[in-house]
T-cell receptor, first 112, second 114 residues
Framework: QKEVEQNSGPLSVPEGAIASLNCTYS??????FFWYRQYSGKSPELIMS????GDKEDGRFTAQLNKASQYVSLLIRDSQPSDSATYLC????????????FGPGTRLSVLP | DTEVTQTPKHLVMGMTNKKSLKCEQH?????MYWYKQKAKKPPELMFV???????INESVPSRFSPECPNSSLLNLHLHALQPEDSALYLC?????????????FGEGSRLTVL
């Protein structure tokens, strides 16, 4: 069974610090990886997608992918209280299906 | 603002009612999805439509009936639901089936079954 794992948290960081969120996946052939942010009571919002090994930066967010280690991470620089949310890691196990597999999510709390 | 629109945002229904959830996207996407999400859990896939045809049904009970009238619209018909079906129902779309593209969610319909 294809699995995506994340630390459930809560992960607490002070305002202005770097928040580091981690995700591992079981299906070695997975090709597409996504990070979603979900505020309480709201729907998931796509914040990053990454397909190749290495780093991808978008503003304060950096996604890192290491396919050999089956590991994807999200760094949030200069964390703000508004970043407090649950972050879902999602993996598309192959490029021909639509069955995205979601991790359980990590709850991030940024303390003012 | 999301380009996937869901209505209604909130729905309360009894176990004998029939209701429908509606979803519309204007991004030209050809794959549309229904997910169910319970509190503090990740989204759980229910159905996928690719090019308006049902391509994935994750063994969902027949009291949930999906319909895709055209490439922009997706409905979820609800009948004889149980209280445990209370959840946030999320519609999503992606560009091309099998393109490994990004999944975009609507704001969700929060369903309460009494």
């Amino acid at each position: 069974q294809k699995e995506v794992e994340q630390n459930s948290g809560p992960l607490s960081v002070p305002e202005g610090a770097i928040a580091s969120l981690n995700c591992t996946y079981s299906d070695r052939v997975s090709q597409s990886f996504f990070w979603y942010r979900q505020y309480s009571g709201k729907s998931p919002e796509l914040i990053m997608s990454i397909y190749s090994n290495g780093d991808k930066e978008d503003g304060r967010f950096t996604a890192q992918l290491n396919k050999a280690s089956q590991y994807v991470s999200l760094l949030i620089r200069d964390s703000q209280p508004s970043d407090s949310a649950t972050y879902l890691c999602a993996v598309n196990p192959d490029n021909y299906g639509q069955n995205f597999v979601f991790g359980p999510g990590t709850r991030l709390s940024v303390l003012p | 603002d999301t380009e996937v629109t869901q209505t209604p945002k909130h729905l309360v229904m009894g176990m004998t009612n029939k209701k429908s959830l509606k979803c519309e996207q204007h991004m030209g996407h050809r794959a549309m999805y229904w997910y169910k999400q319970k509190a503090k859990k990740p989204p759980e896939l229910m159905f996928v439509y690719s090019y308006e045809k049902l391509s994935i049904n994750e063994s969902v009970p027949s009291r949930f009936s999906p319909e895709c009238p055209n490439s922009s619209l997706l409905n979820l018909h609800l009948h004889a639901l149980q209280p445990e079906d209370s959840a946030l129902y999320l519609c999503a779309s992606s560009q091309e089936p099998g393109s490994a593209g990004e999944l975009f969610f609507g704001e969700g319909s929060r369903l309460t079954v009494l």
